[in-house]
Structures are given as C-alpha cells and as structure tokens.
C-alpha cells in the first residue's frame, strides 16, 4: 500500500500505460505444443482433477488418498501419497534407459572449464553424496545449510538432502557472515555444505571463511563438507570434512526410500524490503507437481531435443525450481552457468548458447537491461538460429526490454513468456502459453491453468477489464508455501490476513480491456501523487522506452505539494550522451507517454542501480537518497557500493519547474 495519507487514499492503481504491439505463436510450435488451449478448460471444469493428473507425470510409490485438504490458510496436497523426489529427478530416467542423457553441461566461469553430467552420472553422484550424509549423521527432517557457488556438486547436494529426507536451506554465495548465521540458526541446521570459493568476476571469490566466521557462533552445527572448486587456501578446523575425503569413497549405491507428499522438502529465506528474513518452506508432491508441470508447459519442453538454460543462480528460488527441480523431474538437457555475463566478454551469454545450441532460455529483466545498455552489435555476433523460447522472470518486463529481447535475442521467431511468480508460490502461475497465447509485450497475460489469481480493489471486490489493484489468489495451489517456518502465524498475518480467504502475494497489478494481467510491482513502492496512486513499474517502463534509456527506477518521494513526487534514477544506454537537457527531455517524455500526472519531479542519471543478488531493484534505497536520508541495511545488495557512487551524483540532484 502507499505511504499513508490519511483521507487521502485512492481506491486502486491507476493503469496509464497503452501498448498495442501482438505477437502471435509461431504455427510450427503452436501445431506441436505440449498444452494446448484446452487445458484452460480442463482445469476450469475441475481443478482438483487436473492437478492429479498433472501430478500423473510423477512416478508415486503410493498414490494419495486425498488430492487437497486445506484448513485455511493451511493446505495439504496428495495426502496420503508417497513419493522420492530425488528418485524422480534421476533414477528413474536411468531406469527408463535415459541414463546417457546430458542432465547438465556445466560451463565454469574461466574458458574451457566445463563438465558434463549424465543421468546416470549424475545419480552415482547424488548416491555418493547421499551415503556422506548418512555417514555424517544427517538424517529424514534433520536441516542442512548449503553454501555454495554455481558448481555440480550444489544440485547434487541439493538431491542428496532430498533423497534421504533431510531439509535444506540454500543460502546465497554472496551473503554476509551474519546473514548466514541468522539463517542456520533460524532453521537449526547441522550441517553446512559448503566450498573453498567460486569464480565471479575472473577471479576466486572466497567462500570459506564467510562460513567460519558464522559457523564459530553456531554450536548446532556439527559439521562443515567443503568442495574445493578453486584451490584457495582455506583454514580447516574440526568440523570441517572435505568433500573428496567423504564423498568420494562411498557407494555409488543408495537406495531410494520414499516420503510423505507434505514431508518438507526445503527452507528458502526471503528478505522482502525489511524485518527478519521468512523461511518459506516447500514441501515435497504439490512442489514437484508444479514445477514440472508449469516447465512442460510454459518453455513448451521436448526432453528429446530441447536444450534448456535458465540464467538464475541456484540460491534463488528460481534456480530451485527451474535449473534443479522442474527440469529434471522432466528428464531435460540444461546449461549451467558458474559465473557473470561479462567475464572474460561482454558476449559470455551468447557464446553459450551457440556452443550449447540453447533452444529455450530463461532469464531476468534486469539482465536483458544490461544487454541493452552495452549494444545490439554484441549478441549480434553470434549464431542463436537454435533459440525458440525465451523466458522473463523476477521483475516486470518493460516492453521496450521484452521488445528488444525478441528482436536481438529471438530474432523475432521466439515467443517471449512473461512468468509471474514468487519464492512463496514456489513455481511459475501467471504466464503466457506459448503455443497458445498472442503475446503483449510487457503483460504477464493470464493465470497457468489450475490457478485461480485475480485483481482485486481495495474491498476485495473483482476489478473490472481496465482496472487496478491488488493481485490475489484465490485457490490453493498445489506448490504454495505451507507457512513461514515456525512462525504460523507470521504466515497468516503477511499473507492472508490483507483480504478475506485470499492470498496477497504483496504486488500491484491490472487487467487490461482484454482481461490480461499485468504486474505493476511491489505495493509498498506504489506512488502517491496528488490522490493518484501510480504503479512504479509503469513509469519506468515509459522511461526505458525512450532511446537513451538502459534501465530506470523510480520512487516516491515526500513533496510538500503533491504528497510524494517522483523522483526518477537512470541507466543510459551505451550509445547514449548525458546531456545538459536529458532530464527535461526524459521528463516530458515520460508526461507525453502516460499522462501529465505522471511526469518525474527529478532525474537522476547513475551508472548503477541498487539490486538484490538475484537482480531486483532495491527502491527503498533509492527512497533513502532521495529523501536526504542516510542509506539503510544494505546487506542484501549484490554490490555493497554502488549507493556511494548514486550518492556521488547527489550533487546535481536539482529540483527541476
Ligand atoms: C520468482 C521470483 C517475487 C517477486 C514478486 C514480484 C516480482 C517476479 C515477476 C515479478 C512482475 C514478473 N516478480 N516475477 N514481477 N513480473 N514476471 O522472482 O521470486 O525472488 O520471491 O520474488 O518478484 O514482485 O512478488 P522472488
């Protein structure tokens, strides 16, 4: 919600922006789709059942009794069925003869420092690692920290935790020591598995002594595995273990026992802006129903012949879902990445998708931003004549990025799929088919079939096509958070408590004259100016629609005659020259786009912007610059300076009229 203004608060989001481009499937991938229209109807006559058939894909060692029980806010999905996650990723396309498929080809960061896994390679692996565990007095329930850069053996321990039971709780590879220790201490974890270092950059980043430090206050910890991936000099201490020493001499054998469909699968914390972090916690059928179904069904996913890369780091929900859970489950090939997009070139990205022929692609705004901004000519270099589908996740697309995406990326063949969803609703539930749907760019079009979300007003009440407000789901679905880990009731106070028997998922949100949706971000950044309330999300997209602009964020700042004013922080394109008059330009672009009410008080040109590790944009930083205040907790940026070079820039800060 705004900032309060007391008697002063509209009713819902204002929807100013227009945007009349189409994109209709391609026929040839519209003919073969995995999903076809009709699964909007089938879920529509009966959602339950077409969740258990989605749940069909699955191999089960029990099948449910019962397909939901919920208690609201509390649900519980194939109760009564039993199943192995682990075994589901890998074993069983061994036994189905699948067992020399690629499961990943894993591209480290330096040139020429790759590894191939198969399926059958890769469940020697997690047998191995499975053992090590075992052997390390980890057991079913019992929670495990994982530490780790982007390399094989973080899946691997991912699906080792899985197979026996045991919960984990991947932390980011770029958190503090004490973001760290209040996440093993929060979910009480024994074992933290963890490595030397990872390569960002082109150089070894230390990992280690991040974990020594935390691990020193955390007596409940027993033990710390240790991959040596880089070779760094590490201090060791009795609890530390190699993992060459452990998991290299056990069996390869390991036998699959299976759990209860609601027995946990993992803890992942989410910071939100503030408060203590919330460990969401995901449990094991509903999860791994969803996950792989919505991956069928949105990147369209042919096991036989895709080869699929999804950019995120596995430390974020994302790579949960999309790199480790929903691809496997699914048997497919996929790319993974160890490091940055400019290391050793700015063409890093493209050069992997033609050695790997990439065929579906998943990343985040934020990324296509910053190809934009370095130039067209450089992807323009490579052969992407493989790429069919390309994903957005994590942010609202601008149209102009979606645009460009499909143009220099997709050579204007490739659908592009808008995929809404959170770390809470554990995989994908608002996105276009792309089979199916006639694409807009910058809209997440409709609910996944089996999901029921809608836009609501401040009472609750349905909002009618070409209105806005809030985004809520009505149903439970079957990979929903099952609460906060031990805090109930937080659960029920963040998610459920805002509207009446529905999920607020905490985003602003409209439905155009079609009915298709479009997400206009987080509700605490919604901008109050003048009895209006205006969606950030749409005045950046009409910033990044001018040529000159790479990437915006805009916030709303205390004014004494508008309530708050926008103040707006801009990424020129590479091209592009800062000129004396770029901030009257912008400024009147941005009035003539969406409307006078609109117009930024300020601009602010930057060369960087506030992000979360996983790419979103940290306003409420951004809200501390530009009310004057000192910059609060920054501990969750994925660069702890770049608010000194924004604050740098403070002194052209003028009040523009
Ligand atoms: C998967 C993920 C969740 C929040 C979510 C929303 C934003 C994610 C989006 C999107 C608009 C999209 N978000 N995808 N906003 N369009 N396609 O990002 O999980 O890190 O928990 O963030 O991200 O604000 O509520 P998580």
């Known amino acids: 919600m705004a900032p309060e203004t007391p008697g002063n608060e509209p009713q819902a989001l204002s929807n100013l922006l227009q945007e009349n ?64 996650v682990a075994y589901n990723c890998v074993d069983r396309h061994v036994e189905e003869g699948r067992g020399d498929k690629v499961a990943y080809h894993w591209e480290g960061e330096p040139e020429g420092d790759t590894r191939t896994l198969t399926y059958s390679d890769l469940k020697n692996e997690v047998g191995k690692a499975a053992n090590a565990l075992q052997e390390l007095g980890v057991g079913k329930g019992d929670r495990v920290a994982i530490y780790m850069p982007m390399i094989p053996e973080l899946p691997i321990a991912m699906l080792a935790c899985a197979r026996i039971g045991a919960v984990h709780s991947v932390v980011f590879g770029g958190f503090s020591a004490s973001a760290l220790k209040s996440r093993i201490d929060d979910a009480d974890a024994k074992l933290v598995i963890t490595a030397d270092g990872g390569y960002r950059r082109g150089k070894p980043s230390a990992l280690k002594p991040t ?46 026992e299976p759990h209860g469909a609601e027995d946990p699968l993992y803890i992942l914390y989410t910071s939100g802006t503030t408060g203590k972090p919330k460990g969401i916690l995901h449990t094991t059928g509903g999860y791994l129903t969803q996950t792989a ?34 691809p496997l489950a699914n048997g497919a090939t996929s790319v993974i990445y160890e490091g940055t997009p400019d290391t050793p070139h ?30 067209d000519d450089i992807p323009a270099k490579f052969d992407m004549s493989s790429l069919r589908i390309l994903g957005s996740v994590g942010e609202p697309i601008n149209p102009e990025a979606y645009v460009w995406y499909r143009e220099h990326i997709g050579d204007n063949r490739c659908p592009v799929v808008d995929t809404w969803w959170q770390t809470e609703t554990g995989a994908i539930m608002i996105s276009p088919l792309p089979g199916v749907t006639e694409g807009k760019p910058g809209a997440a079009m409709r609910p996944l ?15 009618p096509n070409g209105g806005g407000g809030f985004l809520v789901v009505r149903e439970p679905w079957p990979s929903m958070l099952r609460t906060i880990w031990g805090d109930d009731q937080r659960y029920i106070d963040t998610y459920w408590s805002r509207f009446e028997g529905m999920y607020f998922p905490g985003d602003g949100a409209k439905r155009d004259e079609d009915g298709d949706l479009w997400l ?82 300020q601009i602010l040109v930057v060369p960087e912007l506030p992000k979360t590790r996983s790419g979103k944009i940290m306003r409420r930083l951004l809200r501390d610059v530009a009310e004057n205040r000192s910059v609060g907790d920054v501990t969750t940026l994925a660069d702890s300076t770049v608010m000194d070079l924004i604050s740098e820039k403070l002194p052209s800060a003028k009040s523009e009229d």
């Open 449 to 463: 079939p089996g999901i029921d979300a809608d836009v609501v007003d401040d009472q609750g009440n349905s909002v």
């Open 346 to 375: 700015r063409g890093r990205f493209w050069e992997i998708v033609q050695k790997y022929k990439i065929t579906i692609l998943y990343t985040a705004p934020t990324a296509i931003r910053t190809f934009m901004k370095w130039g």
């Open 293 to 326: 179904y919505t991956h069928h069904a949105v990147f369209d996913l042919k096991p036989e012949t895709d080869i699929y890369w999804c950019t995120a780091d596995i430390g974020w929900v994302t790579g949960h879902s999309y790199i480790v859970y929903g």
């Open 211 to 256: 974990v020594d430090e935390a691990v020193a206050e955390c007596p409940q910890v027993e033990h710390v595995l240790v991959v040596r991936r880089t070779g760094q000099e590490v201090e060791t201490n009795g609890k530390d273990v190699w993992w060459h020493d452990v998991v290299e001499r056990q069996s390869d054998q390991h036998t699959a």
């Open 21 to 84: 481009r189409r994109f209709a499937p391609p026929a040839a991938l519209a003919a073969a789709a995995n999903v076809t229209s009709a699964a909007y109807a089938e879920a529509a006559a009966d959602r339950l059942a077409f969740w258990e058939h989605a749940a069909e894909r699955l191999s089960w060692a029990k099948r449910w009794d019962t397909t939901l029980e919920w208690n609201p806010p509390f649900a519980k999905w194939f109760v009564g069925g039993e199943l192995n």
């Open 520 to 601: 206009l971000g987080r509700v605490d950044d919604v901008m109050l100016v003048s009895g209006h309330n205006i969606s950030t999300t749409e005045v950046e997209s009409a910033l990044v629609s001018h040529p000159k602009v790479a990437e915006a964020a805009v916030v709303g700042a205390t004014d004494p005659v508008t309530g708050q004013a926008i103040v707006s922080f801009v990424i020129l394109r590479g091209t592009a020259e800062e000129s004396a008059d770029i901030g009257t330009e912008l400024r009147n672009h941005v009035a003539k786009t969406l409307g006078p009410i609109a117009k930024p008080r």
